[in-house]
């Protein structure tokens, strides 16, 4: 058996859902990411990398055509997150990655490259219904998963929240679908939305603070 075949293969089946291994694999993978991006260590990018690759085969196996296409450009936005984050370890407060809210113009290019790109993707994928047998979950859950990201790359709290609204299509389409051990980390992911949202802002307060603290004593 070939390793992409291995990899679609069933590892287990629990509560008449079918666990495959390169569904179960890839998503521990994806986890581990962002419990590191939590902590702000540049091997949140790796690790995502490397989820990548594995879901393109789980992906695959499920016939979403999205959702291969997003594992495609999650590999390369994981490489340029990568190279983002390794360059920008020296303007952290301490040590590690400095965060904080995104400006007024920022959000703005978030929320319409998240439309736009939504709207662009969904009439690819209804336009063509070989790709996705849903087409606009499977968009949204695309654009979204870039556009989170691309917030974290720069640093942005934003991106805990962009995560957020990804998780609440991302549920219920991978169990409709059959990946169900996707599921399962979805909702997992929730947990770790919300604790790293809350960490991530008391952080760029905190960074906020430091030069206004240094401004004073000048």
Same mark, same amino acid.
């Given at each position: 058996?070939?390793?992409? &075949?291995?990899?679609?293969?069933?590892?287990?089946?629990?509560?008449?859902?079918?666990?495959?291994?390169?569904?179960?694999? &890839?998503?521990?993978?994806?986890?581990? $990411?962002?419990?590191?991006?939590?902590? /702000?260590? +540049?091997?949140?990018?790796?690790?995502?990398?490397?989820?990548?690759?594995?879901?393109?085969?789980?992906?695959?196996? $499920?016939?979403?055509? &999205?959702?291969?296409?997003?594992?495609?450009?999650?590999?390369?936005? $994981?490489?340029?997150?990568? @190279?983002?984050?390794?360059?920008? /370890? /020296?303007?952290?407060?301490?040590?590690?990655?400095?965060? @904080?809210?995104?400006?007024?113009?920022?959000?703005?290019?978030?929320?319409?490259?998240? +439309?736009?790109?939504?709207?662009?993707?969904?009439?690819?994928?209804?336009?063509?219904?070989?790709?996705?047998?849903?087409?606009? $979950?499977?968009?949204?859950?695309?654009?979204?998963?870039?556009?989170?990201?691309?917030?974290?790359?720069? &640093?942005?709290?934003?991106?805990?929240?962009?995560?957020?609204?990804?998780?609440?299509?991302?549920?219920?389409?991978?169990?409709?679908?059959?990946?169900?051990?996707?599921?399962? +980390?979805?909702?997992?992911?929730?947990?770790? +939305?919300?604790?790293?949202?809350?960490?991530?802002?008391?952080?760029?307060?905190?960074?906020?603070?430091?030069?206004?603290?240094?401004?004073?004593?000048?």
């Amino acid at each position: 058996m070939s390793g992409l &075949g291995w990899l679609n293969g069933e590892a287990f089946t629990a509560f008449g859902q079918h666990i495959l291994w390169s569904d179960m694999l &890839g998503n521990i993978l994806g986890l581990t $990411a962002l419990a590191l991006g939590w902590r /702000r260590s +540049v091997l949140t990018w790796p690790a995502q990398l490397l989820s990548g690759v594995i879901l393109v085969g789980a992906y695959a196996s $499920a016939q979403l055509g &999205g959702g291969v296409g997003k594992q495609l450009l999650v590999i390369a936005v $994981a490489a340029w997150g990568w @190279r983002q984050w390794t360059r920008g /370890r /020296r303007r952290a407060q301490d040590g590690s990655i400095a965060v @904080r809210f995104a400006d007024a113009r920022e959000r703005a290019w978030l929320i319409a490259g998240a +439309v736009l790109g939504t709207a662009a993707v969904g009439s690819l994928f209804t336009a063509f219904p070989s790709l996705s047998w849903s087409p606009w $979950a499977d968009a949204y859950i695309f654009v979204g998963t870039l556009v989170a990201m691309v917030a974290q790359a720069r &640093g942005l709290v934003e991106f805990w929240f962009a995560w957020l609204l990804v998780d609440l299509v991302g549920v219920p389409l991978a169990f409709s679908s059959g990946l169900a051990f996707s599921g399962l +980390v979805y909702v997992i992911y929730f947990a770790l +939305v919300v604790w790293g949202a809350y960490d991530w802002w008391q952080r760029s307060r905190t960074g906020a603070a430091a030069p206004a603290a240094e401004g004073a004593a000048a």
